[in-house]
């Protein structure tokens, strides 16, 4: 994947997640937008877009972070959300025992003190793995993993979602289910 796959990868996750009206792009509450529409909001903008480039981006992301619809006629960012116009319906799950989250070491201090909050986003996103906690908190700086609780947080009624790319994702992490490493 060159240069410029991943540019359009991150403009997708731009307006597919954050900014749709940067090039005019409206998307309905479960997040979709027209693929055709996309195209041609996007050339407006002068970032020229095709079915086949955003087909490959969908089909070969390691981070699965796009979904195309049943008929391959929309296209969505399938978490990660700043967009208050966008609430997926995500179908509540039980957790696996022990979730991860990824995040830099400038953070810690802050945690410690208000737990995991989604901040402009609107879930906090856990990991079902070290490895991938740990590639999420390379991206922020010197990565730390926190490991958290989730079989105790789902039993004291937190309420836990998946996205269709694994991502597991909650409204937050209270201090008191993170486990701190001695």
């Known amino acids: 994947m060159g240069k410029s796959f991943t540019e359009v990868s991150k403009f997708l996750s731009y307006v597919l997640r954050h900014q749709p009206d940067a090039i005019g792009l409206e998307l309905d509450s479960e997040g979709w937008a027209d693929i055709d529409i996309l195209i041609r909001c ?3 903008g002068n970032k020229p877009l095709d079915r086949q480039l955003i087909q490959s981006i969908v089909e070969t992301s390691d981070k699965k972070r796009f979904a195309l619809s049943a008929d391959g006629q929309r296209i969505r960012a399938v978490q ?7 609430d997926i319906q995500f179908v509540e799950k039980i957790p696996p ?13 802050a945690i410690h003190q208000q737990g995991l909050i989604a901040g ?3 879930y906090v996103h ?3 793995d070290e490895a991938t906690a740990t590639a999420v908190g390379k991206r922020h700086g010197k990565p730390v993993v926190l490991k958290i609780d989730a079989r105790l947080m ?8 998946q996205a269709d790319n694994g991502v597991w994702l909650t409204k937050t992490v209270p201090v008191s289910f993170i486990f701190w490493e001695a």
């Open 42 to 44: 996007a050339a407006q």
């Open 80 to 86: 990660g959300h700043s967009s208050q116009h966008v």
């Open 97 to 109: 025992a022990l979730l991860f989250h990824g995040t830099a070491t400038r953070f810690v201090d």
């Open 120 to 122: 402009s986003r609107q």
């Open 126 to 128: 856990l990991s079902a």
């Open 154 to 161: 789902h039993e004291k009624g937190i309420t836990f979602y």
